[in-house]
T-cell receptor, first 113, second 110 residues
Framework: DTAVSQTPKYLVTQMGNDKSIKCEQNLGHDTMYWYKQDSKKFLKIMFSYNNKELIINETVPNRFSPKSPDKAHLNLHINSLELGDSAVYFC????????????FGPGTRLLVL | RKEVEQDPGPFNVPEGATVAFNCTYSNSASQSFFWYRQDCRKEPKLLMSVYSSGNEDGRFTAQLNRASQYISLLIRDSKLSDSATYLCVVPRGSARQLTFGSGTQLTVLP
């Protein structure tokens, strides 16, 4: 029944490691997003894909690389993790129209030690 | 002016009170606006959309003042379950590219 799911829910890792977060939506939406919410609770968009094509790419270090194998999945790979990458990462999806709601996944809590 | 600015609170109100949050935005071209609600350690969820001057849904009323570039959210007869952070959201260009305010924290006290 879960509309937007993410794995893992929690991720604790050492600096310098490479890790991936996966996202899947079963809503039939054609647009997916990655957001980062830092310790001050600011929620900022990182990337957006529409039908597997990158349409939004905010100023994000190139250690972050999104991949969309199909329109129901959007994964985020992070190379050479840094302390400042510790945050909650939310995946979201929406239908194509500009008026459509974005539905968020439960978040992945990343802690870099 | 910041893209989206909210009073961070916290607002602590007794059950049954009426509480209002304001949000100002800088992009005068924005056509649609949203209020999202985020419970502690949960994901944001859409509470209300505002496309014209306002929107009402039960105890919640959102109003838009384009001339002054602010949006407000009014909660009447507040319940304990209304305790959450309320995020003002303004599209930047398109509704796919949302700018979130930092949120206003509400605690409803018994």
């Amino acid at each position: 029944d879960t509309a937007v799911s993410q794995t893992p829910k929690y991720l604790v890792t050492q600096m310098g490691n490479d890790k991936s977060i996966k996202c899947e939506q079963n809503l039939g939406h054609d647009t997916m997003y990655w957001y980062k919410q830092d310790s001050k609770k600011f929620l900022k968009i990182m990337f957006s894909y529409n039908n597997k094509e990158l349409i939004i790419n905010e100023t994000v270090p190139n250690r972050f690389s999104p991949k969309s194998p199909d329109k129901a999945h959007l994964n985020l790979h992070i190379n050479s993790l840094e302390l400042g990458d510790s945050a909650v990462y939310f995946c979201a999806s929406s239908q194509g129209s500009d008026q459509e709601t974005q539905y968020f996944g439960p978040g992945t809590r990343l802690l870099v030690l | 002016r910041k893209e989206v600015e909210q009073d961070p609170g916290p607002f602590n109100v007794p059950e049954g009170a009426t509480v209002a949050f304001n949000c100002t935005y800088s992009n005068s071209a924005s056509q649609s606006f949203f209020w999202y609600r985020q419970d502690c350690r949960k994901e944001p969820k859409l509470l209300m959309s505002v496309y014209s001057s306002g929107n009402e849904d039960g105890r919640f009323t959102a109003q838009l003042n384009r001339a002054s570039q602010y949006i407000s959210l009014l909660i009447r007869d507040s319940k304990l379950s209304d305790s959450a952070t309320y995020l003002c959201v303004v599209p930047r260009g398109s509704a796919r590219q949302l700018t979130f305010g930092s949120g206003t924290q509400l605690t409803v006290l018994p």
